[in-house]
Structure formats: structure tokens, C-alpha cells
């Protein structure tokens, strides 16, 4: 598997990452961050926002923060994945929006564009990362328009953004409600009406760091597993191999 990462631990407020990736594939997930995938070559078939899409080569696909999304690939598939944190970003021009359709094309002189500026962000990460991605927002909203996003309910987001920042502690829902100071059989049932389980959203944020980690860390198993919030490996090797089909190894 290929790939190329400019950061290798993960800092939930500043993350910025790209990655080659050869069939990507990843099971029903959310982040706070933006993500966008660029297919190079060969067929991902998406599912975001009770739509299903099936990208080919020059079809990139951007997922807004707090948007749940699975891929799966159908035959090889090269492709470019680009992550960063809505901090990198002053204006709150994408707060609780998506785009109405949220693929388009990329040129070949995109893609020079992107990979001029990424050699620069180890140096100015903060201002090529936003060069790099308004760039693109610029190649969606030619092809779509913003609307407002109705996956969540703003206090529900809240607690989804607070539960995700602090996956790698010890955490309940019960916790999420007295920290954001909400009433805890409130904040339950947003959960149940957005048919989200806690345990699944905070381990899959656990497994998200931890695939990470073990891509582009030389940590032990062990040192990943518990930093990333998990009890023990027993409990990490049993949510890494339901969800992923393989263990850490």
C-alpha cells in the first residue's frame, strides 16, 4: 500500500494529512474533519448522506466534518486522500452545510496544483493547507451549492465533537452530558433518534486514530491501543476485527 503522510500524530484541533491510497475501503464512519478523495484510477462506490455514488478515475468526493460515509472500492483502485481540520479555516462558511451533490471532477492541472503545495506544508502548513482546500471547495461550488445540514441536531453535533476530541479517555455518555452541562436522558435520545450508538461512534473515533497510528507510527500494538482510548488489546483486537476484517497485525 502506498502513501505519504506530512503528519503522523494525530492532533484533532490541527490535523492535516494526505495519504496514496490502493483500495480504500472503510467501513460507515464519521470525523470532525474535512475529507476529500481524489481517484486516480479504478471505481469507489460511496455512501454519504442517504445517497450512494459511484466515482471513476478524475471523480473526487469531499465529506464535510460529522458526516457519516463508507467506501468500498469495486476493482484497484489508486487514490489521493486529503484530510484537514476546519480550524486551518477563519470563516464559518461551512458550519452545519454540505454540499447538495458532493462530487465533481479534478483536471490534471489540479492535481499539479495540489502536489506543488503540498511539498510546501511542512513549512507553512497554515497557509498551504488552506490554499490546497479552497482550491477545491472552488471545484465543488462550481458543480453544486451549499444547503443547510440536517444530519444532526446542533446539540447532538456538539456532543459528537466533544466525545471525538476526547475518544482517548475514559468516557460516557453520562460524561458528554455533564461536561456540556445537558440532561443526560435529553442527550440520549438525540442519540437514539439520529440511530447512533455511543460505544460504536467512540470506538470507531478509537479506531480511526489507531489506523493511523499504525500506518505511520513505529508505536507497539500495545502503545496505540491504549492511547487511543481501548481498555485493553483484547477489547482493541475485537473492535479492529469486527469492523475492519483483520486484526492490528
Known sequence: ?????????????????YTNWTDV????????YFEIILVKSGTLFVECSSQTFELHKNDMIIFMPFQFHTVNVLEK???LILEA???????RLFNNKRYQNPVCKFSDKDLEFIEAHLNRTK????????????????????????????????TLTHALK?????????????????????NYVYLSRLFSKADIKFNDFLNQNRLS???IALRNTNKSISDIC?????GSLRNFNKVFLKKMNCTPK
Do not use: W
Not at 85 to 91: A, E, I, K, R, T
Not at 124 to 147: A, C, G, K
Not at 164 to 182: P, R
Open 85 to 91: 481540520s476546519p480550524s486551518y479555516f477563519q470563516d
Open 209 to 211: 486514530k489507531a489506523m
Open 25 to 32: 475501503a472503510f467501513p460507515s464512519h464519521i470525523h470532525s
Open 162 to 182: 466533544y466525545t471525538s476530541e476526547n475518544s482517548g479517555d475514559t468516557i460516557t455518555l453520562k460524561d458528554v452530558a455533564k461536561k456540556l452541562n445537558i
Open 226 to 230: 491504549f492511547e487511543c482510548g481501548f
Open 123 to 154: 513549512i507553512h502548513p497554515e497557509i498551504e493547507v488552506p490554499n490546497i482546500f479552497y482550491h477545491l471547495f472552488s471545484r465543488f461550488s462550481s458543480n453544486s451549492h451549499l444547503i443547510e445540514s440536517k444530519d444532526f441536531d446542533k
Open 1 to 17: 500500500m502506498a502513501k505519504s503522510t506530512v503528519k503522523t500524530d494525530f492532533d484533532e484541533k490541527n490535523h492535516f494529512k
Open 77 to 79: 483502485t489508486d487514490t
